[in-house]
């Protein structure tokens, strides 16, 4: 089934999180615009509140008044949000007090491992479920900067320290193995404070107090990839999709489907909040089998679902390597993605850090588990629509993490 017309995501959900904590931390009023009010951006907006800020709705935007963040009274419940859970691990090291994280049945079995080790080394304290598991809490207070090198690259973490050296005393330097998603050290710099990069290092001095500023969130690239892919995989759609961030540390998918042979241009490239912002025009075509591995992983983790969706559409052997960080996000998405092609008469070699995929495959009408992970949900949802065959999903619901409208957005492309 072809795609047509053109179409609006939601709002970056990762620069939506970022808005109200910088928001929060920052001296002033910041108004947001186009804000992704999905889940896990309000689980966020909810601990902003219990941190003692003010962050209301105020007609169509939001609104954040900056001030001094305090020991929170009652236990912060990130639900289903790594994101929430991670960076506001970072800003409550700095807070003196103690701040106790939770989250839903999924996000407890997430390991936190990662941010705990770091900013334990910058002086905050931590007593977590198994030692690297949420419920977690946090005595935070006096932290001293370090100079970290990431075993893995990811912004959560990066981001966590970044934050957690606003408040340190002496410098944060942090230097990642690849280039994770830099929105953090943009905001950051948008927000006045200055922050030194240089390839995958980032040096950011201490004593700086951020200053309030409007922020208009650009529609999320993640959540553009559906219907991008829908449109690139089937001859003869034509879509353009408005607004999107085009950070180049999150337009990996876009590479790899030109690498594939889409038809893909971008148009009225601006600039909102530091963010480069562009309208995706997709032609629709022949897609070809490719390689995805190694530096790009990071830059595409998100998107690896859709682009596996891509691969069952296109002609030859996809393979896809160095992603076993999929298998730790909100379900294990490998085996997620394997069982769900299955189930659908797909037939897929599932490997320890990825899998491989011989298309064009065949796909019949059924029902499909999601895990109740949202881009697995979408995923599978498409390929219906690009295979036009009817496919359920056991919990449809589960959409709303990052993409409210996305079942009757689609609807509008038909």
Known sequence: MKAHGEITPPGDKSISHRAFLFGALANGTTRIKGVLESRDVMSTAKAVQSLGIEARKDHEDWVVKGGTLREPITVIDAGNSGTTARLLSGICAGIDGVTILTGDSSLVCRPMGRVITPLEKMGARFLARSGRYLPMAIQGGSLQGISYDMEIASAQVKSALLLAGLSASGTTTITEPSKSRDHTERMLAYFGAEVAVDGTTICMSPGQRLQAREITVPSDPSSAAFPAVWAAATPGSSLLI??????????????????????????????????????????????????IEGEEIPTLIDE???????????????????????????????????????????????????????????????????????????????????????????????????????????ETLV
């Open 242 to 291: 408005r607004g999107v961030c085009i950070n180049p540390t999150r337009t990996g998918f876009l590479r790899v489907l030109e690498r594939m042979g889409a038809h893909i241009t971008v148009e009225n490239i601006r600039e909102w909040a530091g963010e480069p912002v562009g309208d995706i025009q997709v032609d629709g075509g022949v897609l070809h089998a490719t390689t």
């Open 304 to 410: 690896i679902p859709i682009l596996v969706a891509a691969a069952c559409l296109a002609q030859g052997r996809t393979e896809i390597r160095d992603a076993s960080e999929l298998r730790v996000k909100e379900t294990d998405r490998i085996a997620a993605m394997v069982q769900g092609l299955t189930s659908l008469g797909a037939h897929v070699d599932e490997n320890d850090d990825g899998m491989t995929i011989e298309g064009p495959v065949q796909l019949h009408s059924g029902s499909v588990r999601t895990f109740s992970d949202h881009r697995i949900a979408m995923c599978l949802h498409i390929l219906a629509k690009a295979f036009d065959i009817d496919v359920h999903l056991d919990d449809p619901s589960c959409v709303d993490i990052s993409y409210p409208d996305f079942f009757s957005s689609m």
